[in-house]
């Protein structure tokens, strides 16, 4: 199926897409990510942005859990951070999941802030890349039993560096928000979408459209 088949299919399910349409779909996506989130659950904010996401996280896994927030934009870090300081069970990472460990150009545009190629523009600056598996093995952050990804075009990406996370037992669930628009202008000629459900079913996920560009994918239960 074509990427704009796979859009078709799910706008035909879902109805077609406004702003107000989106503004519940984010409400129906953060419903869903929170209620998963249990007390002294470690939890992964992969583009944590600043902090909406974390901060509720942080509330429902309680003492006991943690939530490591991954922000490679600066500026959104900083407010991250001053949001975030008295929430004793957050770590915050300067660092870009990815699949690959190196450095990269990051674009600082607040809302579209995302890996490019050119490094000549004001407002790119290089982040540190790394992939999920490699945190876990520097000890950066622990296994996670959730995982929400928000990434402007790298969800792809991000769980091919985090295979050997994905097959762990202990994640339960991830929750992703898949960006149509700018994962098909990085891969022109790829129904990235696809190959994210497919990749997910692979590590032993069930995967549940909560609306047409949020993923909820839960591990399938073994006999």
């Known amino acids: 199926m074509t990427l704009r088949g796979f859009v078709r299919r799910l706008r035909a399910k879902y109805g077609i ?3 107000s349409r989106g503004d519940r779909r984010e409400k129906v996506f953060e419903r869903e990510l929170i209620k ?3 007390t002294g659950d470690i939890t992964w904010d992969v583009g944590a942005f600043v902090g909406g996401y974390t901060k509720k996280l942080s509330q429902e896994v309680g003492s006991e859990g943690r939530v490591f927030a991954f922000e490679p934009n600066p500026q959104s870090r900083e407010r991250l951070q001053e949001r975030l300081a008295a929430e004793k069970n957050v770590t915050v990472l300067p660092i870009a999941l990815g699949s690959r460990c190196e450095s ?3 674009l600082l545009s607040r809302g579209r802030s995302r890996v490019v190629s050119d490094s000549n523009r ?3 600056a290089v982040v540190r890349m790394e992939t999920g ?3 876990v093995d520097l000890g950066e952050a622990t296994q996670p039993n959730l995982i929400k990804i928000d990434a402007e075009g790298l969800e792809l990406e991000i769980l091919q560096g985090l295979l050997r996370t994905l097959e762990s037992p202990a994640l339960r669930a991830v929750f992703i ?3 149509f628009q700018l994962l098909a ?4 000629t790829d129904n990235v979408p696809a190959e994210i459900v497919e990749l997910l079913k692979s590590c032993g996920f069930r995967i549940r459209w909560v ?3 949020h993923i909820a994918a839960h591990r399938r239960r073994t006999s």
């Not at 202008?185 to 022109?188: D, G, K, V």
């Open 36 to 38: 998963e989130a249990r």
């Open 133 to 135: 598996d490699a945190i």
């Open 185 to 188: 202008e990085r891969y022109p």
């Open 104 to 106: 990269v150009n990051f």
């Open 122 to 124: 004001p407002d790119v």
């Open 17 to 19: 897409l406004n702003r």
């Open 211 to 213: 609306s047409p560009s």
């Open 177 to 179: 928000e898949v960006h």
